[in-house]
């Protein structure tokens, strides 16, 4: 057994590996643990993963389960991209608020044809986000304070000061007793589509402009001068420094390109469903984003299926308190994938490191075999 498997990690990439077995392994440790968890609260385990499998397929929780997934998406993708150089943007959740705030209150401030509109709100909001976490990143590189303990005080002055901006700027929510800016115009609205057949619950539009962030991302990261650098950053500083990176630069142009990302966080809400922001506005999505970009390795696609299962596991949940099952076992489960990914991850990569020493030194002792024979012939 030990030998196909070792046959197979000398085929098969380690990052294949690691993209295939390892979130398997996690996903059935969750489901194990879940179901304990289940069976001791007196729940029976595959009746309720069956009704949530039975109530996610909907087509409505589809369409639910899609637009949750957007802007996990877009929040993870913010994440990662400060990960990719060891920088922890614990940031994103008040870059993302602050952003949809203030891009809200300019939206419903003008009137523009329907394309610039929706151009200056998007441009704002990425704007504030990148202001805003460049404040950490000049933080770190002038004064030495970690990108950790600024980004979550400016989380706590986020919220402060958007709480303080909301009741200067707001106006009644019609039909609620709400608070919020000024709705934004009909033009400043981003079209959605109909995409499930049985629901008239639409898609939001904006996830055209998270495939597309995603293609950015990998784009950044792969093809370009500045990815490298920024990898090479993340993985050895001194050598990034050795080989004539500006390393205090590349981290204050990382934490504003994950800023920049982070302000596009709250648009799919705002400009596809809400138009509007108000006190019950979503809140919480960039420690969300943490989660899926650790689930995701990183990586834009494999960010992408945890966004999908993520969305899938909250809104499939919603059929548990109609059946007297704690819906809080989503929450439990969802943490263990998590935990059991980042565990699951390390033990492959052990492994196949192992594997990749037996083999060398099978060869080795190949070669020195015949080295042997040939000198005694």
Do not use: C
Not at 5 to 32: K, Q
Not at 66 to 81: E, G, K, P, W
Not at 113 to 127: E, Q, R, S, Y
């Amino acid at each position: 057994m030990n030998g196909f498997v070792d046959r197979l990690l000398g085929r098969v990439p380690l990052s294949g590996v690691l993209a295939i077995v390892a979130p398997l392994l996690a996903i059935v440790f969750a489901a194990l643990i879940t179901s304990v968890v289940l069976v001791t609260t007196g729940s029976p385990p595959l009746e309720t993963m069956a009704l949530m499998a039975e109530y996610g397929v909907r087509p409505r929780t589809l369409v639910l389960t899609l637009n949750s997934a957007t802007t996990f998406y877009l929040s993870a993708v913010a994440v990662a991209i400060g990960f990719r150089m060891n920088l922890f943007n614990i940031g994103v959740d008040g870059q993302y608020r602050l952003a949809a705030l203030i891009a809200a209150a300019v939206g419903g401030a003008v009137a523009l044809p329907g394309p610039l509109h929706i151009t200056l709100i998007v441009v704002v909001a990425v704007l504030v986000g990148a202001v805003w976490s460049a404040l950490a990143g000049i933080l770190k590189v002038t004064r030495g304070v970690s990108e950790v303990i600024s980004t979550i005080m400016l989380n706590a002055i986020a919220t402060g000061l958007g709480a303080w901006l909301l009741t200067q700027w707001a106006v009644p929510v019609s039909g609620s007793n709400n608070i919020g800016t000024k709705p934004i115009p009909e033009s400043g609205h981003f079209p959605g589509f109909e995409l499930i057949p049985g629901t008239p619950l639409q898609v939001f539009g904006f996830i055209v402009i998270a495939a597309l962030v995603g293609i950015g991302f990998h784009v950044l990261l792969a093809r370009t001068r500045f990815g490298f650098d920024l990898r090479a950053t993340g993985r050895s500083e001194p050598a990034a420094v050795a080989s004539g990176v500006n390393v205090k630069r590349m981290v204050v142009a990382a934490m504003i390109i994950s800023g920049a990302v982070a302000g596009l966080v709250g648009m799919p809400q705002l400009l596809g469903a809400s138009y509007t922001y108000s006190i019950d506005f979503p809140a919480g999505l960039g420690f969300t984003g943490i989660a899926i970009a650790l689930l995701g390795r990183n990586n834009p696609v494999g960010i992408a299926f945890g966004a999908l299962l993520w969305a899938f596991l909250d809104n499939s949940a919603q059929i548990l308190d109609l059946e007297a099952i704690p819906k809080e076992i989503v929450t439990i489960m969802q943490g263990t994938i998590v935990l059991s990914v980042i565990v699951a991850y390390e033990l492959v990569h052990r492994y196949s490191q192992t594997a990749v020493q037996r083999r060398v030194g099978r060869e080795l002792g190949e070669t020195g075999g015949r080295e042997t024979q040939e000198a005694k012939a």
